[in-house]
């Protein structure tokens, strides 16, 4: 079964609107960590935003934010103000917790286009 | 900030050739990880070493592949004989483990197996 799960291959958002990134995920595992990288068309990946399994409060960076609902198993990204830079690939990534091995499970990206 | 860095940024071997791929992480980081991604296709777990050993390893991470971290600066990654297949996009990663878990990755290596 696929631990992480980004059922966008490619979305389209107006310059200066929010955008949703869908992300699901499966584990069993009580203790793990969720993350959002995104990937520009030079290749690197760059951390986003992070949350943690027993944090109570969904995490915010910036323009970032993700809507982390627990019981439903998804941690959606929300890119607020959207700018032309926002551009590029987002992959949702998972950790386990120490039970299963630690080990980063990645999904298969969504394409982000912002249009002017 | 301090920063992975990795060396070559893409190699281009011939098939059958030994290559590899060197990686300098985060120098306080305790975990070290290796990625591939194959163009246009999801990140793929390879191998994660912890402790100077190899703590957990994927179905692709096969004989061919091997792990070293030979001076407690660098850690590389050697694939012994390339396939076509092997020609892919390589990130090393590192981490600190301490509470947040967030994983650095390097800028990654190209490499073009011909």
């Known amino acids: 079964a696929q631990k992480i799960t980004q059922t966008q291959p490619g979305m389209f958002v107006q310059e200066k609107e929010a955008v949703t990134l869908d992300c699901t995920y499966d584990?069993?595992?009580?203790?793990?960590?969720l993350f959002w990288y995104k990937q520009p068309s030079s290749g690197e990946m760059i951390f986003l935003i992070y949350?943690?399994?027993?944090?109570?409060q969904n995490a915010t960076e910036g323009r970032y934010s993700l809507n982390f609902q627990k019981a439903r198993k998804s941690a959606n990204l929300v890119i607020s103000a959207s700018q032309l830079g926002d551009s590029a690939m987002y992959f949702c990534?998972?950790?386990?917790?120490?039970?299963?091995?630690?080990?980063?499970?990645f999904g298969t990206g969504t394409s982000l286009t912002v249009i002017p | 900030e301090p920063e992975v860095t990795q060396t070559p940024s893409h190699q281009v071997t011939q098939m059958g050739q030994e290559v590899i791929l060197r990686c300098v992480p985060i120098?306080?980081?305790?975990?070290f990880y290796w990625y591939r991604q194959i163009l246009g296709q999801k990140v793929e777990f390879l191998v994660s070493?912890?402790?100077?050993?190899?703590?957990?390893k994927s179905e692709i991470f096969d004989d061919q592949f091997s792990v070293e971290r030979p001076d407690g600066s660098n850690f590389t990654l050697k694939i012994r004989s390339t396939k076509l297949e092997d020609s892919a996009m390589y990130f090393c990663?590192?981490?600190?483990?301490?509470?947040?878990?967030?994983?650095?990755f390097g800028p990654g290596t190209r490499l073009t197996v011909t």
């Open positions: 990534a998972m950790r386990d917790g120490p039970n299963t091995g630690n080990q980063f499970y």
């Open positions: 584990t069993s595992d009580p203790s793990y960590g």
């Open positions: 949350q943690g399994s027993y944090d109570q």
């Open positions: 990663a590192s981490l600190f483990e301490a509470g947040r878990y967030e994983q650095y």
């Open positions: 120098s306080n980081h305790l975990y």
């Open positions: 070493f912890y402790n100077n050993e190899i703590s957990e």
